[in-house]
């Protein structure tokens, strides 16, 4: 059984990942734009 990954290496046959690539690759042409962007992270509760 598969199950998140809160901390630490993310194995694939273990653990769900999300592919964030798409993301970053738009993340650095803002950063070098110089545009303003916000991250905001999940909310994790504690007994994950």
Do not use: S, W
């Not at 990954?5 to 042409?29: E, F, H, Q, S, W």
């Amino acid at each position: 059984m598969r199950r998140f990954n809160v901390t630490g290496l993310c194995v694939p046959d273990k653990r769900y990942m999300a592919d964030t690539g798409d993301k970053i690759a738009a993340i650095m042409r803002m950063v070098e734009q110089g545009d303003y962007f916000h991250i905001n992270r999940a909310r994790q509760d504690d007994d994950a």
